[in-house]
C-alpha cells in the first residue's frame, strides 16, 4: 500500500470499503502541498481499484474533519507558488468528485473553507453535533476555490449558498442537517462509524450497479432531461450484460443473499 505523508488510508477486511483520513489532528487538518499531493494521489489510485466499493472520508481527531488551507504555510508564498499549490489542491478535487465508488464523508467539528469544500465534493454527508460548517474564504480575501460556488447553490439552493460564501458565516450541524447539506445527523464521536456502517451496506451492492448509478446521477445533473435518460438507459444496459446481474436475480428467487464479484 503507498505510503502517504498525511494522509492513512485503511481497507476493510475484504478490501471492499476504504477510509481515508487527513491526518494532521494537531493543525486541524488543515491542508498542505504536501496533503494535496496525497489527496491526489491517493483518489487517482482509488479510481483504479477494482476491488473498492466505497469509501468513507475523514479527519483524524475531533476537533476538525479539516480547517482549510494552512494559511501558515501559505504566508510567505509568492503568487507563483501559491497559484502552483492550487494547482495541485484543485487536481485533488477534480479526483475526489469523479471518484467512481460511492464517497461518504464523516465529520467532527470543523469543516472550514477548502475543508468544507472537500465534504461536499463527497457524495454526502455523515456529521456529528459537533460540526461546523462555512466557507469564510471572502473574508480574507481569497475566493472558495474547489467547488464552494458550485456545489454549495446545487445542495442548498442559490440564495443561502450566496449569503454563506458572501459573509464567511458559519452553519452548525442542526442548520446543515435541516438544510440538506448532511444526510445524517449523529452524537458526537460516531460520525465515522456511522460512516462506515453506510459503506458497508453500499458495498454489498452490486458493484457495478453502484458505479453506474453514481456516474448516472452525477452527469444527469449536468445536462438537459432528455440527455440525462439517455445516460441513465446506458447505464441500465451496461448492467444488464454482468455476471452480478445474472447472480442478483438468481440469488432472489433462491431466497439468498447475492454474492456479487463485480463482474
Known sequence: MTA?????VTRSDDSWVVTVTLNRPEQMNAMT???GEDLLACFEG?????????????????????????????NEMTDETWRAQHVIFERGAFALLRCPVPVIAAVEGFALAGGCELAVLSDFIVASETAV???PETTLGIFPGIGGTQLLPRILGAPLAKELIFTGRRMKADEAKAAG???HLVPAGQARAKALEIAATI??????????AKKAIAYGLET????????????????????????????????????????
Not at 502517504?4 to 492513512?8: A, D, F, I, N
Not at 468513507?56 to 476537533?63: E, I, K, P, W, Y
Not at 446481474?245 to 454474492?259: D, H, I, M, S, T
Open 181 to 183: 447539506l448532511v444526510n
Open 133 to 135: 460548517f462555512g466557507v
Open 46 to 74: 482509488l479510481s483504479r481499484d477494482p476491488l473498492v466499493r466505497a469509501v468513507v472520508f475523514t479527519g483524524a481527531g475531533d476537533r476538525a474533519f479539516c480547517a482549510g488551507g494552512d494559511l501558515k504555510e501559505r
Open 33 to 35: 502541498t504536501a496533503m
Open 4 to 8: 502517504y505523508r498525511h494522509l492513512l
Open 203 to 212: 458495498a454489498r451492492n452490486g458493484p457495478i450497479a453502484v458505479r453506474q
Open 224 to 263: 438537459d432531461l432528455d440527455t440525462a435518460m439517455v445516460l441513465a438507459i446506458e447505464a441500465y444496459n451496461a448492467t444488464v450484460v454482468t455476471d452480478d446481474r445474472l447472480e442478483g436475480v438468481r440469488a432472489f428467487n433462491e431466497k439468498r443473499r447475492p454474492q456479487f464479484k463485480g463482474t
